[in-house]
């Protein structure tokens, strides 16, 4: 069963309830709910989900791959599919299509996301979309695994880097769930 509104629409409550100082970010949110919008698909261009991968190796490091048509390093993640039954289980489809480190080579830092971001996309006139957003769900896991195969067709390159890399909110939130990545932000990284 795919991804429902209702289960987006839990998932930002319970994400609310810890982080209540978030709610103005993401009310516009509850409003596209709120009106029917399908969040879920990719031609809901006022804003629709993805989802992020924040993996964390064994050196406290975090994955980032480099975006083919976005021309930047993000974390691994992507749109969601219609087999996705959840949006932990869709971080996890993406992470495998872009790096090739399989779900069982990942364990999980709880099952609700550590951070929801909502930023503008770019037009993209190759694939007809106009600029737009995405509620980016993004979910917390650990690996001892290694890049295998890029998603060549999206994905240029993969990099571990120090913590220092992400944005306040992400790195903050990292750093709280596991303290062992704190030391690792080396500057030039």
């Known amino acids: 069963m795919a991804i429902t509104a209702d289960h987006i629409r839990t998932t930002l409550t319970v994400y609310l309830d810890a982080h209540p100082e978030e709610k103005p970010d993401l009310v516009p949110v509850f409003d596209l709910l709120d009106t029917g919008s399908d969040i879920t698909s990719r031609k ?42 959840s949006l932990l289980e869709a ?59 890029l998603q060549t067709d999206e994905v240029t390159a993969a990099s571990w880097r120090g913590i220092d890399t992400l944005k306040a909110t992400l790195r903050q939130r990292i750093a709280a769930a596991l303290p062992d990545t704190r030391s690792t932000a080396l500057p030039g990284c």
């Open 91 to 149: 971080a996890l489809r993406e992470l495998a299509e872009e790096t090739g480190i399989p779900a069982d080579a990942v364990t999980s830092v709880g099952d609700q996301p550590i951070h929801i971001d909502v930023h503008p996309i770019p037009a993209n006139d190759a694939k007809s979309e106009p600029e737009h957003r995405h509620v980016d769900f993004r979910f917390l896991f650990r690996t001892t695994a290694d890049v295998r195969q």
């Open 44 to 85: 809901e261009f006022r804003g629709h989900a993805t989802v992020g991968a924040a993996i964390v190796n064994t050196d406290g490091r975090i994955l980032h791959i480099h975006h083919r048509a976005l021309n930047s390093w993000l974390l691994p993640g992507g749109h969601l599919e219609s087999q996705d039954t």
